[in-house]
């Protein structure tokens, strides 16, 4: 059974940080492209960090938003995805996702957590 169970969420101050994040089971987590998304109320949910898989040597790529903030990590002894959030901003406020997509010649896996709340607010 696989398993995306996020951590790391709570009530912040701006510019504060925080670090979320996510464990997987379940699959070969160094062949899935992890990534976090968000999903701001009455918005839709958006790609926020996305890091590939050993196949593509573990690119990052960013939402324009949370560049220079955000930094995306990945362990794979631990098959856990982190979100490093830094200077976080009161439009930062959102349920993050994990998600984890595998996509091959073979057919494609996607899996996503349960979402974990992060609000920042004086």
């Known amino acids: 059974q696989v398993q995306l169970v996020e951590s790391g969420g709570g009530l912040v101050q701006p510019g504060a940080s925080l670090r979320l994040s996510c464990a997987a089971s379940?699959?070969?987590?160094?062949?899935?492209?992890m990534a976090w998304y968000r999903q701001a109320p009455g918005k839709q949910r958006e790609l926020v960090a996305r890091?590939?898989?050993?196949?593509?040597?573990?690119?990052?790529n960013y939402a324009d938003s949370v560049k220079g903030r955000f930094t995306i990590s990945r362990d794979n002894g631990k098959k856990t995805v982190y979100l490093q959030m830094n200077s976080l901003k009161p439009e930062d406020t959102a349920v993050y996702y994990c998600?984890?997509?595998?996509?091959?010649?073979?057919?494609?896996?996607?899996?996503w957590g349960q979402g974990t709340q992060v609000t920042v607010s004086s």
């Open positions: 998600n984890a997509d595998f996509r091959s010649n073979l057919g494609s896996r996607e899996y």
């Open positions: 379940g699959i070969i987590f160094s062949g899935y492209v």
């Open positions: 890091v590939t898989s050993a196949t593509t040597g573990y690119l990052t």
